[in-house]
C-alpha cells in the first residue's frame, strides 16, 4: 500500500542507564513483551527505521521514555542526568538528521535548571522542545514558582509534551484495580487533570504564546470543553481567566491521536478544536507503527484536513 508522508512525535527511546526509572512503566507488562520493548526503545537504526518507511513516517521527534528525571529524588542527579540524556539523544539524532529530531528531558526538579537545559537543548543542540512526564515527584508546573521556565519556553518559542505518569501517591478508587490505574485508564486522567491545572492556574494568560501538548486523542480533553465553560461559570471559585476555558483547548492545547486509533475520536476532536489543533502520532514502541497508519490513512478527512493532521502542523509548530 501507497503510503502518505507523515511527521510522529511521541516517538520514544531509552538512554543508556535509564532503565530503572522505567520499571514503572513496564512492570505490569508480561516479560516477554517488556523484552521486546526494551529492544526497540534502545535501537536507532534498522528496526526503528524499517517501522517508520512501513508505515510513511518520514521524521520522528524522539523523546526519553517514561518516567525518566521526573521520578529522581535527588535535584542535583536530576540536572546531571537530564543533561546526559540530551547529549546521547543528540549524538544519536545527528546519525540521522533526515529523520530524527529531539525533545529535551528537563530537570522539572528545578525551574530555573529546567529552563536553562531548555535553552541548551534548543539553542545547541537544536532540539524542538521538550516531553515532561508528568508531574515531578507531587510537584505540578502551574504555581508562580515555574513562571520562570515558562517565560523561557515562551521566548524559545518550543512546545511542551506533557506526557502520562502515575498520579502521586495511591487514588482510593484505583485500589483493587490496578489495571485502571495505569495507561488504560488513570495516566489520561492524571495528564489531563495536570493541562487543567495550568489551564486554570492562569499560565496561559500569563504566557500566551506556550504551546502544550497532549498525546492520545487529548487525553479526553476536546470532548468535555462545552462542559468547561458551562461549569465554570456556575463554579469559578475565585479563578478569573481572560478567555472561555473552551478557548485554551485548541489554541495553547494542542494534541496528537497517539495512542487512539478511532475514527470517531478523531472526527469529534477535529470538530471541537480545528484542524490546525489535531496531529498525528504513534507512541512507539508501545503501539504499532502500522496500525497507526492504517487508521490514519483510512479516516474520513478531507485532502486539507489529511494534509495539516499527517504533517503540515507539525512542520509548523516546529518550525520543519
Same mark, same amino acid.
Given at each position: ?32 513483551? $517488556? ?46 542526568? $537530564? *543533561? ?5 539523544? $543528540? ?81 482510593? =478508587? ?22 487543567? *491545572? ?90 504499532? =507503527? ?25 512542520? *509548523?509548530?516546529?518550525?520543519?
Amino acid at each position: 500500500m501507497s503510503r502518505i508522508r507523515k511527521i510522529a512525535f511521541e516517538e520514544h527511546f531509552s538512554a543508556v542507564g535509564f532503565g530503572d526509572y522505567s520499571q514503572a512503566f513496564v512492570s505490569q507488562i508480561a516479560p516477554q513483551v $517488556a523484552a521486546e520493548l526494551n529492544a526497540r526503545l534502545s535501537d536507532f537504526g534498522a528496526m526503528r527505521l524499517q517501522e517508520m518507511d512501513k508505515a510513511g513516517i518520514d521524521y520522528v521527534i524522539l523523546s526519553q521514555t517514561g518516567p525518566g528525571v521526573q521520578v529522581e529524588l535527588d535535584t542535583a542527579v536530576a540536572i546531571a542526568r $537530564a *543533561r546526559e540524556n540530551n547529549d546521547f539523544l $543528540a549524538a544519536q539524532v545527528a546519525r540521522n538528521p533526515e529523520r530524527f529530531g529531539g525533545f529535551a528531558t528537563l530537570p522539572m526538579q528545578d525551574p530555573q535548571a529546567a529552563a536553562d537545559e531548555l535553552e541548551r537543548a534548543v539553542k545547541v543542540l537544536g532540539f524542538k522542545g521538550a516531553l515532561v512526564n508528568g508531574h515531578t515527584n507531587g510537584v505540578y508546573y502551574d504555581g508562580p514558582a515555574y513562571d520562570i521556565f515558562w517565560e523561557r519556553m515562551q521566548a524559545l518559542d518550543v512546545p511542551l509534551y506533557l506526557h502520562p505518569f502515575d498520579a502521586y501517591g495511591p487514588t482510593h =478508587s484505583y485500589n483493587g484495580h490496578p489495571e485502571i490505574a495505569g495507561a488504560t485508564w488513570g495516566w489520561g486522567v492524571e495528564t489531563a487533570t495536570h493541562a487543567l *491545572r495550568l489551564l486554570f492556574g492562569g499560565v496561559f494568560d500569563r504566557f500566551p504564546g506556550l504551546k502544550v501538548i497532549l498525546g492520545h486523542m487529548g487525553e479526553g480533553l476536546p470532548f468535555q470543553r462545552w462542559r468547561f465553560d458551562s461549569r465554570f461559570a456556575v463554579y469559578p471559585c475565585g479563578v478569573k481567566l481572560k478567555r472561555q476555558p473552551s478557548q485554551y483547548i485548541g489554541t495553547n492545547i494542542v494534541i496528537t491521536t497517539s495512542g487512539v486509533c478511532s475514527a470517531g475520536a478523531l472526527m469529534g476532536a477535529i470538530a471541537e478544536m480545528g484542524p490546525q489543533a489535531v496531529m498525528f502520532s504513534v507512541d512507539y514502541p508501545y503501539e504499532s =507503527s502500522s496500525i497507526a497508519a492504517d487508521f490514519i490513512e483510512q479516516a474520513p478527512m478531507d485532502d486539507a484536513t489529511r494534509a495539516l493532521v499527517y504533517y503540515g502542523n507539525a512542520e *509548523r509548530l516546529f518550525k520543519l
